[in-house]
């Protein structure tokens, strides 16, 4: 029973992607044409600065700040899955050299001042496989689970690509989906993606360093590939143009999801309809409200993610133990799904209330880990410290959905709080008595935003007259209208 829909919104300049299951928004996703994130692409890089204390190389591929390649992302040695847990790696510095040319691949998005993340073992994806040129290995998608399937996968694609233990041309991973697929469909995947490696090798002969070799697919195209699934009932665009693109791509690549597509034909924008937008607003607030009363209050920086947990006007349980973990308890699938829906990655750190009884403890982290196997991004979860907090990680690879809609507040840089008005007004105080001693001005003329003047003339005019008289000069007010309220200019007249 299909359990899941997709909406696409398309714009020449921005697509948006929600991803609805059950009737909730579970995912967000979003690509602007001018900030088209970078994961998949394939570049020409040149290494400009290698690094052995740090085992890193930066390499310019064109951007505007130089990518990062680590040496555990070099494909020099052998493949990471025969590799020994406690095997040393080649030092980096014995690999590449300045003004050395490579093809590498975009693993990681620049995040914040972090540039790019850099890999030499290239992958590129396709319906059914993921080709490594580098590799030798066949590997399963452990999503396929029955280990005779397998095995028969395995020895399928062992005869469809010749591999008989010597290197002949690349090794690849099934996806989830080749689970049913046949040999002219897996042949067909073959074929294609053995093409585009060989087309990235002769651009790369051609171009120069800086270049772009390979792009990765667009959003709308990656979601046919990745996030159509068989629990998709339907993926309405509302695009006649890129639905037809759409088709056509489906058609040749993934014609098991070209049934899905539907056209949207409404006059009301799509994502109006379902509620969308509102769904964006809420993802972007600091507090999540839940049914039973309770709120999360989630809290992003730059090294952690926290997740408070309160139990607000909820009082409907018989017994206070009982309210606090059905709280809780709604809370944990809150939290997952509030990571899915703002793709926040790093660590998170998630503040339950605390519970008493060790086997409510172990339900509400049962709850957290069975709404969090739903995630296409790879989590792992802690148990209760000794503080009663549960700490976890979730894979980032792009920007969360606040840092890529919002930007830090010029007012208060981010910091969600700023001066009171009468802080303001002392250290204008402060600041007139400093220039005092330095100068010798006819007049000092303070400029500041409204409320700070008014307060200076109402209840802090004692103390201004006081430093008046003090330092022998009059002190002028002028207020600025577009002055924040912790701006203020003080002019020696």
Known sequence: MPTQDIL??????????????NGAVQELHIERTLERGLVGNVYLGKVVRVLPGMQSAFVDIGLERAAFLHVADL?????????????????????????????????????????ARLSTQVSIAGRMLVYLPHDKHIGISQKIGSLELREQLRARM?????????????????????????????????????????LIRERAQQRPPG??????????????????????????????????????????????TVAK??????????????????????????RVDLKSGGYLIIDQTEALTTVDV???????????????????LEAAGAIARQLRLRNLGGIIIADFIDMTRAEHQEAVLAELRKQLARDRTRTTVSGFTQ???????????????????????????????????????????????REARQFAPKEFRVIASAAVVEMLLDEESV??????EFIGRPISLSAEPTMNPEQYDIVLM
């Open 310 to 328: 309160n139990t607000g006007g909820f009082v409907g349980a018989r017994n206070f133990d009982d309210t606090i973990f059905k709280t809780n």
């Open 211 to 256: 270049s772009l070799l390979h792009q990765d697919l667009s959003l709308a195209e990656r979601v046919l590939r990745d996030l159509a699934n068989d629990a998709t009932g339907t993926i309405r665009i509302d695009s006649k143009l890129q639905c037809d693109a759409l088709k056509a791509f489906g058609d040749t690549y993934m014609p098991g």
């Open 75 to 115: 494909h020099g040695g052998p493949p990471k899955h025969e590799l020994r847990p406690d095997a040393p790696l080649v030092p980096i510095e014995r690999q590449v050299f300045e003004g050395q040319t490579l093809t590498v691949q975009v693993i990681k998005d620049a995040i914040g001042t972090k540039g």
């Open 463 to 468: 103390h201004l007259a006081g430093l008046s």
């Open 387 to 433: 503080l009663g907090l549960v700490e976890m990680t979730r894979k980032r690879t792009r920007e969360s959905l606040a840092h890529m809609l919002c930007e830090p507040c010029p007012t208060c840089q981010g910091r969600g709080q700023v001066k009171t008005a009468r802080s303001v007004c002392y250290d204008i105080l402060r600041e007139i008595l």
């Open 8 to 21: 696409i919104n398309w714009a020449p300049q921005e697509t948006r992607v929600a991803v609805v299951e």
């Open 261 to 286: 597509l539907e056209h949207y034909k409404g006059e009301r924008p799509i994502f109006d309809l379902f509620g969308i937008e509102e769904e964006i607003v809420r993802a972007l607030a600091r």
């Open 158 to 198: 062992q005869a469809l690509t010749g591999q008989d233990g010597k290197d002949n041309g690349g090794g690849f991973i099934l996806r989830t989906n080749a689970e049913e697929a046949s040999d002219a469909e897996l042949a067909e995947d073959i074929a294609y993606l053995r093409r585009a490696w060989a």
